[in-house]
């Protein structure tokens, strides 16, 4: 008992706990839209999932580079999800792409190279004069752009063709 209660006093954050139950929902919710796939319920869209895949690596590295331990644990498990997704989708899911999407990716690789330089190339950002916030504000713009862009290809094709994903995965 003396154990146990030694390890329940151990310090574990707010966040590491919300960490971890965010994992474990990213899981269960990944697991049963991927299910679905594999049923022939839903037709992923391959190009949606390759944005939300992109932001989430950009997420990922940044996350490694501040070590941030919580965020790296939940980035690591949408990373993973994704991935699998992305593999199903490529012979279960939706691959017609359009010239918007084609637009969007387009834009989303432009911008992760401008992330991947601004963080990464500090004599560029020198010849800039950007300050440690711009870059931040760079990185974040940069992000959410890309998962933008993957969720407007997404929620686009679930309009216009509902009966192609799961209701209740998502």
């Known amino acids: 008992m003396d154990t146990l209660s030694s390890f329940l006093k151990t310090s574990i ?8 139950i965010s994992t474990i929902i990213i899981f269960v919710s990944s697991f049963r839209y991927m299910h679905s796939i594999i049923r ?4 992923p869209n391959l ?3 390759l944005l939300y ?5 950009c ?21 993973i999800n994704q991935l699998l997704i992305i593999i199903l989708a490529f012979q279960y899911g939706y691959a017609k792409i359009n010239k918007v999407e084609v637009f969007y990716f ?3 690789l432009f911008s992760l190279i401008i992330w991947a ?13 950007l ?17 933008c862009m993957g969720a407007v290809s997404i929620f686009t094709k679930l309009y216009k063709e509902p009966e192609t994903e799961d209701k209740w995965a998502w």
């Open 13 to 20: 954050t707010f966040h590491e706990l919300a960490a971890i």
């Open 40 to 43: 022939g319920d839903t037709k």
């Open 47 to 49: 190009v949606g999932w």
């Open 53 to 57: 895949e992109l932001a989430t690596i």
């Open 59 to 79: 997420v990922l590295i940044s996350a490694y580079e501040l070590d941030s331990m919580s965020t790296i644990a939940a980035a690591l498990a949408y990373a």
């Open 106 to 108: 387009t834009i989303s």
């Open 117 to 129: 330089v601004f963080s990464h190339f500090p004599s560029i950002v020198g010849e800039f004069e």
């Open 131 to 147: 300050d440690p916030l711009r870059i931040a504000l760079i990185v974040l713009f940069t992000n959410t752009l890309i998962d």
